[in-house]
T-cell receptor, first 116, second 113 residues
Framework: AQKVTQAQTEISVVEKEDVTLDCVYE???????LFWYKQPPSGELVFLIR??????QNEISGRYSWNFQKSTSSFNFTITASQVVDSAVYFC?????????????FGTGTRLQVTL | ETGVTQTPRHLVMGMTNKKSLKCEQH?????MYWYKQSAKKPLELMFV???????ENNSVPSRFSPECPNSSHLFLHLHTLQPEDSALYLC????????????FGSGTRLTVV
């Protein structure tokens, strides 16, 4: 069975600090996808990134960066120079194929609070 | 505008009521999903539809009844719910397997009294 673990339930930082959100996953599939989503107070989950299991290159997008380490089954997310608008719940997710539709297994989320 | 619209945003219902949640997407996606988000629990997949056909029912109690009349619309019919069913119900859609990520709606915050 697939599983996603986000051990950090809540993180609080001061604006401009860097913060890393951890994600560890378990799967028996050799082909899989990993995702990060952001859930602001408004409720909808906003897609941030997708990474497939064959691409271990780290990715940077503005202040966001992702570190995929297949050897440790981790897909960590770093926000550089955090801002108040980054305050949200962040979910890591793992994709498997279910019949002819994919489905995501989510972690429990990490609540990030960025204060002035 | 997220591309996936859910109505209503908030719903309070008694345990004997019947209500329906609606989800609509015009993204041309073929797969649609219902997820339940309860406090301090992972998002729980409830149902998966692909090309209007239900492909997964994740052991959801029969008091939740999904309906997918076409690839753009998804409903969740509710009847005789329990207080523990109070949660945020999220609808999502995706183009096809392993493509991009899901697009989620803003959810319906359901309170059962």
């Amino acid at each position: 069975a697939q599983k996603v673990t986000q051990a950090q339930t809540e993180i609080s930082v001061v604006e401009k600090e860097d913060v890393t959100l951890d994600c560890v996953y378990e799967t028996r599939d050799t082909t899989y996808y990993l995702f990060w989503y952001k859930q602001p107070p408004s409720g909808e989950l906003v897609f941030l990134i997708r990474r497939n299991s064959f691409d271990e290159q780290n990715e940077i997008s503005g202040r966001y960066s992702w570190n995929f380490q297949k050897s440790t089954s981790s897909f960590n997310f770093t926000i550089t120079a955090s801002q108040v608008v980054d305050s949200a719940v962040y979910f890591c997710a793992l994709s498997e194929e279910s019949g002819t539709a994919s489905k995501l297994t989510f972690g429990t989320g990490t609540r990030l609070q960025v204060t002035l | 505008e997220t591309g996936v619209t859910q109505t209503p945003r908030h719903l309070v219902m008694g345990m004997t009521n019947k209500k329906s949640l609606k989800c609509e997407q015009h993204l041309g996606h073929n797969a649609m999903y219902w997820y339940k988000q309860s406090a301090k629990k992972p998002l729980e997949l409830m149902f998966v539809y692909n090309f209007k056909e239900q492909t997964e029912n994740n052991s959801v109690p029969s008091r939740f009844s999904p309906e997918c009349p076409n690839s753009s619309h998804l409903f969740l019919h509710l009847h005789t719910l329990q207080p523990e069913d109070s949660a945020l119900y999220l609808c999502a859609s995706s183009p096809r397997p392993f493509v991009e990520g899901y697009t989620f709606g803003s959810g319906t915050r359901l309170t059962v009294v």
